[in-house]
């Protein structure tokens, strides 16, 4: 269109279709009541004329934007993006657009972030982030529904939650090793967040059910060096349960670049089943989220809060264990 032409409205549209204004916006809506051979005229006409539906303004015009936020605390975690995915095409199947904020992994910029997002008017926001205290989110839950995907330390009263079955994924993972003939299996941890410690908890649970000493190391202070060295001693690990996918993915190479060969020299099983457990090779052995399926059960709980439900609820998805390379029974 050129620049100094006018946008054709609603009106125009009808005229040149020679119907009434409200039969071109239930054309125009995809609404009963319109013949097929009616509404493809219409739309045909609409076409011609460069006409653009304002999605906003009609949402506006009910008291809504037709837009949720998504806030998330790393836009790098394979995770986030699968469950962003999830939210968006539920939100998208029910004719809504999606915004994205990004925490950059900063309790403090997540604040702003959700902060901007309700300035916005956005009908409702999913916090993908475990990382804003209970009594932020509440807050903002009096300006507009929220739901969390997450684990969080404290429950928040006002917003519901979808998370995934972190103990029985570590459940699943020593079950795996310990049918295998697993004995000395060390837990490598990399967070201290609430769904890490719940994998960390249950862990310790399941090495204690099998009457096994717990040893937990951790990334920030040497763990996966320490791994591998103990792992080449004839007492040492000889599996290593990981808190997550990138930090197995890195066991493996560093235990492949010291010699280590993986499985028969060191079992590893990780959590999450992002891109890379598929990546790597051997593949990796790990826990499967139903990640795209939490954002999309996000999803439908935000659409039933904005449409009036005040419920809130807490939903725990069931992971899964996927057996790839990265184990085998002891040598």
Same mark, same amino acid.
């Given at each position: 269109?050129?620049?100094?032409?006018?946008?054709?409205?609603?009106?125009?549209?009808?005229?040149?279709?020679?119907?009434?204004?409200?039969?071109?916006?239930?054309?125009?809506?995809?609404?009963?009541?319109?013949?097929?051979?009616?509404?493809?005229?219409?739309?045909?006409?609409?076409?011609? @004329?460069?006409?653009?539906? $304002?999605? @906003?303004?009609? *949402? @506006? !015009?009910?008291?809504?934007? +037709?837009?949720?936020?998504?806030?998330?605390?790393? #836009?790098? $975690?394979?995770?986030?993006?699968?469950?962003?995915?999830?939210?968006?095409?539920? !939100?998208?199947?029910?004719?809504?657009?999606?915004?994205? *904020?990004?925490?950059?992994? %900063?309790?403090?910029?997540?604040?702003?972030?959700?902060?901007?997002?309700?300035?916005?008017?956005?009908?409702?926001?999913?916090?993908?982030?475990?990382?804003?205290?209970?009594?932020? @989110?509440?807050? !903002?839950?009096?300006?507009?529904?929220?739901?969390?995907?997450?684990?969080?330390?404290? +429950?928040?009263?006002?917003?519901?939650?979808?998370? $995934?079955?972190?103990?029985?994924?570590?459940?699943?993972?020593?079950?795996?090793?310990?049918?295998?003939?697993?004995?000395?299996?060390?837990?490598?941890?990399?967070?201290?967040?609430?769904?890490?410690?719940?994998?960390?908890?249950?862990?310790? /649970?399941?090495?204690?059910?099998?009457?096994?000493?717990?040893?937990?190391?951790?990334?920030?202070?040497? *763990?996966?060096?320490?791994?591998?060295?103990?792992?080449?001693?004839?007492?040492?690990?000889?599996?290593?349960?990981? *808190? $997550?996918?990138?930090?197995?993915?890195?066991?493996?190479?560093?235990?492949?670049? !010291?010699?280590?060969?993986?499985?028969?020299?060191?079992?590893?099983?990780?959590?999450?089943?992002? %891109?890379?457990?598929?990546?790597?090779?051997?593949?990796?052995?790990?826990?499967?989220?139903?990640? /795209?399926?939490?954002?999309? /059960?996000?999803?439908? #709980?935000?659409?039933?809060?904005?449409?009036?439900?005040?419920?809130?609820?807490?939903?725990?998805? /069931?992971?899964?264990?996927?057996?790839?390379?990265?184990?085998?029974?002891?040598?």
């Amino acid at each position: 269109m050129p620049a100094d032409r006018v946008a054709p409205t609603i009106v125009d549209v009808a005229r040149a279709a020679g119907v009434s204004k409200s039969l071109v916006s239930l054309a125009i809506r995809g609404d009963a009541g319109v013949s097929d051979a009616t509404r493809t005229r219409i739309l045909a006409v609409a076409d011609d @004329l460069g006409y653009r539906s $304002n999605v @906003l303004a009609r *949402g @506006l !015009a009910r008291g809504r934007t +037709q837009v949720i936020g998504v806030l998330v605390s790393d #836009l790098s $975690n394979p995770y986030h993006a699968d469950v962003v995915a999830g939210i968006e095409s539920r !939100a998208e199947h029910a004719g809504l657009g999606t915004v994205i *904020g990004h925490g950059r992994s %900063q309790p403090e910029v997540l604040a702003v972030r959700l902060d901007q997002m309700l300035d916005l008017g956005v009908d409702g926001v999913i916090v993908v982030s475990a990382m804003l205290p209970a009594e932020a @989110l509440d807050a !903002a839950a009096t300006r507009r529904p929220l739901v969390m995907v997450g684990r969080p330390f404290e +429950q928040p009263r006002r917003v519901s939650v979808v998370r $995934n079955h972190d103990e029985r994924g570590a459940a699943f993972a020593l079950d795996h090793l310990l049918g295998l003939g697993h004995r000395r299996i060390v837990h490598l941890a990399s967070s201290r967040r609430a769904a890490a410690t719940a994998r960390r908890h249950a862990y310790g /649970e399941a090495m204690t059910r099998a009457d096994l000493p717990a040893t937990t190391l951790w990334t920030d202070e040497g *763990g996966t060096a320490a791994m591998l060295a103990a792992a080449q001693t004839p007492e040492g690990p000889t599996a290593c349960f990981a *808190g $997550n996918d990138r930090t197995a993915a890195t066991l493996l190479h560093d235990a492949l670049d !010291a010699g280590l060969d993986v499985p028969d020299g060191l079992s590893i099983v990780g959590y999450d089943d992002a %891109q890379i457990a598929r990546q790597v090779r051997p593949g990796l052995t790990t826990v499967a989220q139903p990640r /795209e399926a939490i954002g999309r /059960e996000a999803a439908r #709980l935000l659409l039933s809060r904005i449409d009036g439900d005040r419920d809130t609820v807490e939903v725990t998805l /069931e992971p899964s264990l996927i057996v790839r390379g990265t184990t085998s029974a002891p040598c």
